[in-house]
């Protein structure tokens, strides 16, 4: 009883220390603590984490080393498959709003790598993206078809074909050396039934991921399609033109693609 009354005591004591300091400098509390070096294990990592999220960090090439537990704890500790329900949750009740037209126009665009298959069991070999990009790996590993379904993704994925939407899927994957295992990968893991599967041909070698995949898009509005949803784990999936009614954007703090 008495400890934690000299406890909150203490803090009350900091807390005013603080606030009287940020007054003298003209600043506040906030900024106070904003400025306080960051904690090694965790609150750095999570402020990290959202930055990448929200776009706020942009063109980085590896995880920072010291994040690299609190990335794992992330990805396989539960709170990625859960970030990844709400997701799929918010999706669907968006999508029970729209009445498809029945003309097999109404489209829903989803992307392949971390959105409809995952590729957590090769980055754990990469340290969650503490490692860089290692194409050569990424293409060996792409080609043995190993990925797993993303099972809240599947639910979506199913739900929307069952209500009449038409699902296009975009992949930067090149069509030439991965088409065949991509393929093989998806039917694998229940994603069957797609309208068009479209990997990145040699017209489109060496573009953003942002140009190839609004020029793909541009292609589908021309021939009639309606994008109603556009689902991706990076934001160069939901950025450029025709990007659609709305954009979902999946968590991926394991790697950016430009
Ligand atoms: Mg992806």
Not at 115 to 135: A, F, V
Not at 181 to 200: C, H, K, P, S, W
Request: net charge neutral; hydrophobic share 40%.
């Amino acid at each position: 009883m008495i400890k934690a009354m000299v406890h909150r005591i203490r803090e009350v004591l900091i807390f005013s220390f603080v606030a009287l300091f940020c007054k003298a400098n003209g600043g506040t509390t906030a900024d106070w603590w904003a400025t306080r070096p960051p904690d090694p294990s965790a609150s750095y990592c999570l402020s990290w984490r959202l930055a990448v999220e929200a776009n706020n960090l942009r063109g980085w090439r590896t995880v920072p080393t010291q994040c690299l537990g609190y990335i794992e704890t992330y990805m396989i500790g539960g709170q990625y498959f859960r970030d990844l329900r709400l997701i799929a949750d918010q999706i669907l009740s968006y999508a029970n709003e729209i009445v498809p037209a029945g003309d097999g126009l109404d489209a829903w665009i989803f992307d392949v790598d971390d959105t409809c298959i995952s590729n957590i069991l090769y980055y754990r070999d990469k340290r969650y993206g503490c490692d860089p990009y290692d194409p050569v790996a990424f293409k060996a590993w792409a080609t043995k078809a190993g990925c797993t379904a993303i099972p809240s993704v599947l639910r979506v994925y199913n739900k929307l074909i069952e209500s009449g939407f038409k699902i296009i899927l975009i992949t930067g994957r090149d069509e030439e050396t991965m088409g065949p295992a991509t393929i093989d990968n998806l039917n694998d893991q229940g994603f069957v039934d797609y309208e068009r599967l479209i990997m990145r041909t040699a017209a489109y070698k060496g573009q953003s991921a942002v140009k190839y995949k609004s020029e793909i898009r541009k292609q589908l509005v021309e021939e009639g399609y309606r994008i109603w949803g556009n689902v991706g784990d990076q934001w160069s999936d939901l950025q450029g033109e025709y990007l659609g009614n709305r954009t979902f954007k999946l968590p991926n703090p394991m790697y950016f693609v430009p």
